[in-house]
């Protein structure tokens, strides 16, 4: 028998009946950054009561109730837009430390190679440094039980190492040279997590600062790579924002003022319940006038696109890339007193010249996060003729340069992806962590001999992959199933040898010996050092 349509619908009215039922009938405190918003029961719901009262009694079956409640509130949410979040209290703490910038654990960067934790490096300062835990250690037990060759996931080693602050954990570490496994115990405490990944001379007069969030502690973070980067003679800077996803909007203000007069406007946001917000420059910019180049691409979002947005309608950097991810919408974290919590889109924001670069959403997020990838099959990101922009969406800056709304920061300058050297072998080690795993077995072996170049720069000048090392990785890749074929081996030759010794040098001075070796290899930021000249 064909039931009516609305049918269909009965199992989410049933969900959002109930929710609206717990949350309405019973008075709780939500918790925001403006105050406390207080929701009591009134006449007007009592039929909800009802419905929940007798769903409760009566109900064929034992309803979880926090469960049903959890995912209603997702599902309500999400047909909202694609940025509006619930977030449960087991999730929260997770979902925020990136931003604080902090966390509580012993400190450590880690690599599971071949079932075992190896230790990349101990965070300078940390708990696990001040005990002597050093890289290239790998971690065997950890409270007496066995952590290697079970096949454990990185949330599991993060379960086992994180803890509150001041609680302590044993762990039993193999080190190279040592028959015995070496025990420690170390007092959790409060871990760093930096948001600048790395600061330094891309030439004599070129500084280069990558950010990878805008966090609590960016700001500062970027203000000490600043200051040192001056001291070595920075005349002109290169902000790299390729793959930043964003974070808090005051972050973001606090950079673009940096860059920009007094009185500019940086951004503004509005919406239906909130007046329009306008955020301006001051006059403590240190930066307001020397060339200035931005990097952005489809990983690039909100925070990201703020600032760059407004140093492009500004007319004071010069963008260069490919399109960033287009969200132009501002959420509000609120708290519930159970520690869980909710991330509601309050407003829009709008770049200086009135453009909002939320791009288009339905209530299908998958479609909208596949959004990236149709810009790779439309051939977007590697040719700018491919872009796909309204004319009711351009604008202009006061020097008359156009500039584009309704989907990202479209780039002054487009840079095309670098597909030259591609192939599915290249594919295959690197996705499956080959030449992460090469590299570090590698530097962990060579370690004296790789500590004998003082510098990053004279390890990148001096140090090459020879064909030894090179046709090692190949039968190290084919080890692990990674079948050979020579025609594609020597179409990405190339790549491999430049990412091998990138990762080679990350293993011995972490990001600040990645970053200035994979740059012969970044033509993104290539052809920004060109146009600086």
């Known amino acids: 028998m064909n039931r009516p349509k609305f ?18 009938g019973n008075t709780f405190q939500l918790h925001n950054n403006i105050g406390t918003l207080t929701l009591d029961a009134n006449n007007k719901f009592s039929k909800i009561d009802e419905i929940l009262r007798y769903v409760n009694e009566e109900y064929v079956d034992t309803i979880k109730s926090e469960q049903l409640v959890d995912k209603t509130i997702v599902a309500m949410l999400q047909n909202l837009d694609p940025h509006s979040a619930y977030i449960s209290a087991n999730e929260l703490a997770s979902a925020n430390e990136p931003l ?47 952590v290697a060759g079970i096949k454990i996931t990185n949330k599991q080693v993060m379960e086992n190492l994180k803890g509150k602050g001041g609680t302590k954990v044993k762990v039993s570490i193999m080190r190279k040279g040592k028959s015995k496994l070496i025990d420690f115990i170390i007092t959790r405490g409060k871990i760093p997590i930096y948001s600048i990944d790395v600061a330094y001379m891309v030439n004599q007069k070129t500084g280069y600062i990558k950010i990878s969030r805008f966090a609590a502690t960016t700001f500062d973070e970027y203000k000490t790579a600043f200051e040192k980067l001056q001291l070595q003679g920075m005349q002109q800077l290169i902000i790299d924002l390729r793959g930043n996803g964003g974070g808090y909007l005051n972050t973001a203000v606090d950079l673009a003022d940096e860059f920009l007069s007094d009185g500019k406007e940086i951004v503004y946001t509005q919406g239906k319940a909130r007046k329009r917000k306008d955020y301006k420059a001051t006059n403590k910019g240190n930066f307001e006038n020397g060339k200035l180049i931005v990097l952005i691409d489809d990983g690039s979002a909100s925070a990201s696109e703020i600032l760059s947005g407004a140093l492009q309608d500004n007319d004071r950097a010069t963008i260069l890339g490919r399109r960033s991810f287009g969200k132009g919408l501002v959420q509000e974290q609120s708290e519930f007193s159970d520690g869980s919590a909710i991330r509601l889109t309050i ?37 700018a003729d491919s872009i796909k922009i309204s004319d009711s969406l351009i604008f202009k800056t ?71 090392i090179f046709n090692a990785f190949i039968s190290y890749a084919e080890k692990n199933k990674v079948k050979r074929n020579e025609k594609q081996i020597k179409a990405s030759e190339d790549i491999i040898k430049i990412q091998l010794k990138a990762l080679i040098a990350r293993n011995i001075w972490n990001s600040a010996g990645y970053y200035p070796v994979i740059q012969s290899r970044d033509n993104v930021l290539n052809k920004a050092i060109e146009l600086m000249k």
Not at 130 to 140: E, H, N, P, R, Y
Request: proline share 6%; hydrophobic share 40%.
């Open 347 to 383: 407003a829009r924001y709008y770049t200086p010249t009135g453009r909002c670069i939320q791009k288009p959403y339905t209530a299908d997020l998958e479609a909208y996060y596949d959004e990236e990838f149709k810009r790779f099959t439309s051939g977007e990101l590697e040719n």
């Open 100 to 146: 604080q910038g902090n966390f509580e654990g012993v400190g450590i960067e880690f690599n599971i190679v071949e079932d075992t934790i190896r230790v990349v490096a101990a965070i300078p300062g940390g708990p696990a440094e001040s005990v002597g835990v050093q890289a290239g250690d790998k971690l065997i037990k950890v409270e007496g039980k066995k």
């Open 398 to 468: 006061p020097l008359g340069k156009i500039v584009y709304g309704g989907g990202g920061i479209t780039p002054d300058v487009f840079v095309p992806l670098d597909t030259i050297g591609r192939s599915h072998y290249l594919s295959e080690v690197a996705y499956t962590g080959l030449i992460n795993d090469f590299a570090f077995d590698y530097a962990d072996k060579e370690r004296p001999k790789l500590k004998t170049y003082k510098t990053v720069q004279s390890f990148n000048k001096s140090f090459i992959i020879t064909p030894d």
């Open 7 to 24: 049918y269909v619908f009965l199992p989410i009215v049933f969900a959002l009946i109930l929710i609206l039922g717990i949350i309405i």
